[in-house]
Each structure stands twice: as structure tokens, then as C-alpha cells.
């Protein structure tokens, strides 16, 4: 089970305290530093204000030397594909080849307003997100020296030259996720390398993963090459006085916490863990929301982490 960190720096939270995040994760074995893509905070004054998802990862691209990056999940809305391509690939450069993009159809409807990005209706946007895919995939995967073209309903590339181009091994690994039935399964399937589950129980995410398996079956793709991971909120704490202070910091009930997310004891965040294991999958995302308690980390890297084999 690899374990990643996952941030949400539109709560409230600058460059510098992604950095320290991102250093100590790294310090301290976890498998990558991912950040949430949203310019608007939920809940709170989300103060001193939002930073740029992609320009944080371009920064902790120079900034940190062997922890993966990426986004949980980019936001389609607010990105041209070409353009999108263009600069996730540079980070992936600047990175040395540690780079993933997590790329979502896009849904918080208030930060579209507020910053006065358009906002479509659902199945327009959806339509998008597939089209968007396509492209930026197709961009990546377009052997030097050739051309890519793709006509799509919203969006239309003729003969780019399809640069820059990943650094690493196998291009730059692709995320979908989500809870949809039928259509981000299937989107999983054809163009992910990974799928994940945000914020759901383990049978649940179960019941995801084998629609995503059955949906890679339909394309005669393997389906243990994509992995399956989740997404859970993280507060554990050595004794019930730090837990309870770790709860109340991030403003959430203790019993809801260890009852949705990895969280209790050191020994009931590896239990909760290994259902996620049976259910099938082999990477977590800890959604870390205090940011400012690195002490955190160090002791799920210290007391969690090494019996998760």
C-alpha cells in the first residue's frame, strides 16, 4: 500500500506551507505530494487567498528532488487542453519525470463565478472533459517529429507539432476518479492509468473498482494495469489528547472521522487501511487539512506506514 499526501490549499494556506508539506513528506517516505485544484475556499475566509495549482507543482518541481506530484483533481474547466498539456509537461521537465495529472471534469459551480470562469451545464461539461483527454493525451503520446489532429464537438487541434513532450518512462501517468456509473469508468479505461475513489467507504469503493475492471474488460485492456486507489481525510493521534486536538483543528467530530476516514489510533488507521487493501486498493490519499502540523506526518510515516507492507 503506497501512501500518498494530499492538500487542500484553497482552505487557506500559501506556497511556503505547501513546501514544507511537500519536504517533509518527502523526508519522511511518503510516496507523493498532491494538491486539490480549486480557487475558492469551502468554508472559511480561505485566507491569505488560493495559489495556482500548476505553478505550485512547477515550484516544488525545483524544490524537492524524488517525491512524486500531482493534482487531485485538475479542474477541466479551467484549462484550455493544448495549453494544459503544454505546461503539465514542463513541470513533468522540471521535475526530472515525477509528475501526474489528475484531471476532472470540473464541478464547484462558486469558484467559476467568482473568478468569472464559464461554468456549463453538467452534460456539456462532461462532453468536454472526454474531448479534453483525448487531447491532452493525444498530445503526449504523438512520437517526435509527427503531427496531432483531433475534431471534437468543443474542441478542434489541426496539425500541432504536439510539444513539449513527458521526460519520463511511459509518459506522464493520468488520474480519473469519481463515482460515476458508466461514463468515467469508462473513460478510466481508455485513456487513465489510475482510478481513484474520493471519500468512500471500502465497500463502496469496491463496488467502483469492479465497474472500472468490467469497463477496461469491454476494451480488452488488462485490467491490472490500471491502479485503484482512494481518497480519505487523515487525523490520527498517538493517544486520545492528540487526536481530539487533531479533530478539533480542522473543525470535525472525532467518531465521524474514524468512522470515514483514516484516522483513531496508529493501529486503527492501519486497520482501516487494510479494508481498503481487500477492497482492492493499493495506493491511499491522505487528505491532510492542517497544514501546519508536520508533526503529523512524521508519526503515520513512524507508526502506520511500515506495517502496511
Same mark, same amino acid.
Given at each position: 500500500?503506497?501512501?500518498?499526501?494530499?492538500?487542500?490549499?484553497?482552505?487557506?494556506?500559501?506556497?511556503?506551507?505547501?513546501l514544507?508539506?511537500?519536504?517533509?513528506a518527502?523526508?519522511?517516505?511518503?510516496?507523493?505530494?498532491?494538491?486539490?485544484?480549486?480557487?475558492?475556499?469551502?468554508?472559511?475566509?480561505?485566507?491569505?487567498?488560493?495559489?495556482?495549482?500548476?505553478?505550485?507543482?512547477?515550484?516544488?518541481?525545483?524544490?524537492?528532488?524524488?517525491?512524486?506530484?500531482?493534482?487531485?483533481?485538475?479542474?477541466?474547466?479551467? @484549462?484550455? $487542453?493544448?495549453? +494544459?498539456?503544454? *505546461?503539465? #509537461?514542463q =513541470?513533468?521537465?522540471?521535475s526530472?519525470?515525477?509528475?501526474? %495529472?489528475?484531471?476532472?471534469?470540473?464541478?464547484?459551480?462558486?469558484?467559476?463565478?467568482?473568478?468569472?470562469?464559464?461554468?456549463?451545464?453538467?452534460?456539456?461539461?462532461?462532453?468536454?472533459?472526454?474531448?479534453?483527454?483525448?487531447?491532452?493525451?493525444?498530445?503526449?503520446?504523438?512520437?517526435?517529429?509527427?503531427?496531432?489532429?483531433?475534431?471534437?464537438?468543443?474542441?478542434a487541434?489541426?496539425?500541432?507539432?504536439?510539444?513539449?513532450?513527458?521526460?519520463?518512462?511511459?509518459?506522464?501517468?493520468?488520474?480519473?476518479?469519481?463515482?460515476?456509473?458508466?461514463?468515467?469508468?469508462?473513460?478510466?479505461?481508455r485513456?487513465?492509468?489510475?482510478?481513484?475513489?474520493?471519500?468512500?467507504?471500502?465497500?463502496?469503493?469496491?463496488?467502483?473498482?469492479?465497474?472500472?475492471?468490467?469497463?477496461?474488460?469491454?476494451?480488452? @485492456?488488462? $485490467?491490472?494495469? +490500471?491502479?485503484? *486507489?482512494? #481518497?480519505? =481525510?487523515?487525523?490520527v493521534?498517538?493517544?486520545?489528547?492528540? %487526536?481530539?486536538?487533531?479533530?478539533?483543528?480542522?473543525?470535525?467530530?472525532?467518531?465521524?472521522?474514524?468512522?470515514?476516514?483514516?484516522?483513531?489510533?496508529?493501529?486503527?488507521?492501519?486497520?482501516?487501511?487494510?479494508?481498503f487493501?481487500?477492497?482492492?486498493?493499493?495506493?491511499?490519499?491522505?487528505?491532510?487539512?492542517?497544514?501546519?502540523?508536520?508533526?503529523?506526518?512524521?508519526?503515520v510515516?513512524?507508526?502506520?506506514?511500515?506495517q502496511?507492507?
Open positions: 500500500m503506497q501512501l500518498r499526501v494530499f492538500t487542500e490549499p484553497q482552505q487557506g494556506a500559501t506556497y511556503d506551507d505547501l514544507a508539506v511537500a519536504r517533509r518527502e523526508e519522511t517516505g511518503f510516496d507523493a505530494f498532491f494538491r486539490s485544484d480549486h480557487y475558492l475556499a469551502m468554508g472559511g475566509d480561505g485566507l491569505p487567498g488560493p495559489t495556482d495549482a500548476w505553478l505550485t507543482l512547477a515550484g516544488l518541481a525545483r524544490e524537492t528532488s524524488t517525491i512524486r506530484l500531482g493534482t487531485l483533481m485538475t479542474a477541466g474547466t479551467f @484549462r484550455l $487542453p493544448g495549453p +494544459l498539456a503544454i *505546461s503539465v #509537461a =513541470v513533468d521537465q522540471m526530472g519525470g515525477r509528475v501526474e %495529472l489528475g484531471l476532472g471534469s470540473g464541478w464547484f459551480e462558486a469558484e467559476h463565478t467568482a473568478y468569472g470562469i464559464p461554468f456549463p451545464p453538467l452534460r456539456e461539461r462532461f462532453d468536454r472533459y472526454a474531448e479534453q483527454l483525448a487531447v491532452v493525451t493525444g498530445l503526449w503520446s504523438t512520437p517526435p517529429g509527427e503531427t496531432f489532429s483531433f475534431a471534437g464537438e468543443h474542441y487541434v489541426v496539425d500541432s507539432p504536439a510539444l513539449p513532450k513527458p521526460v519520463q518512462p511511459g509518459g506522464i501517468p493520468v488520474l480519473v476518479g469519481g463515482r460515476g456509473k458508466e461514463r468515467t469508468p469508462a473513460l478510466a479505461a485513456y487513465a492509468q489510475e482510478f481513484n475513489t474520493p471519500f468512500a467507504s471500502a465497500p463502496d469503493a469496491a463496488v467502483l473498482f469492479e465497474r472500472v475492471r468490467e469497463a477496461c474488460r469491454a476494451v480488452d @485492456r488488462d $485490467p491490472a494495469d +490500471l491502479v485503484l *486507489s482512494s #481518497a480519505l =481525510v487523515l487525523c493521534g498517538a493517544d486520545d489528547a492528540q %487526536l481530539a486536538r487533531r479533530a478539533a483543528a480542522i473543525g470535525r467530530d472525532v467518531d465521524e472521522l474514524v468512522a470515514n476516514g483514516v484516522a483513531g489510533s496508529p493501529a486503527q488507521a492501519v486497520d482501516t487501511l487494510g479494508r487493501a481487500e477492497a482492492g486498493a493499493t495506493r491511499v490519499y491522505l487528505q491532510v487539512l492542517d497544514l501546519a502540523d508536520l508533526d503529523h506526518l512524521d508519526l510515516a513512524e507508526q502506520v506506514a511500515p502496511l507492507g
